[in-house]
């Protein structure tokens, strides 16, 4: 059984920043690519940032200069390090990674929980 717990959400005026940070544990062979969504109310699931396991990344526009993603892959762990915030980055965030199990298996999409993220005007 494979787990992605997230944590680091909360709130913060705009401006701040905040750290969030997803740690997978369980039955992982190889982490392959790990990535952050965020959705807000009324409104679809969006890609933030990603990084695959060479650590190349790519982030939404919105987002681009102000969040960095980074990976620790002996902690299993990515981060997503969120700058400048401003009130329309206010949405829940979730951690995705892309997980093989085991060798010959087909690597499958994991989920976290979701972090609440609320930067105030």
């Known amino acids: 059984q494979v787990q992605l717990v997230e944590s680091g959400g909360g709130l913060v005026q705009a401006g701040g920043s905040l750290r969030l940070s997803c740690a997978a544990s369980?039955?992982?062979?190889?982490?392959?690519?790990m990535g952050w969504y965020r959705q807000a109310p009324g409104k679809q699931r969006e890609l933030v940032a990603a990084i695959n396991s060479g650590g190349s990344t790519n982030y939404a526009d919105s987002v681009k200069g102000r969040f960095t993603i980074s990976r620790d892959n002996g902690k299993n762990t990515v981060y997503l390090q969120m700058n400048s915030l401003k009130p329309e980055d206010t949405a829940v965030y979730y951690c995705?990674?892309?997980?093989?199990?085991?060798?010959?298996?087909?690597?499958?999409?994991?989920w976290g929980q979701g972090t609440q993220v609320t930067v105030s005007s």
């Open positions: 995705n990674a892309d997980i093989t199990i085991w060798v010959g298996v087909s690597s499958y999409s994991y």
């Open positions: 369980g039955s992982i062979f190889r982490l392959n690519g």
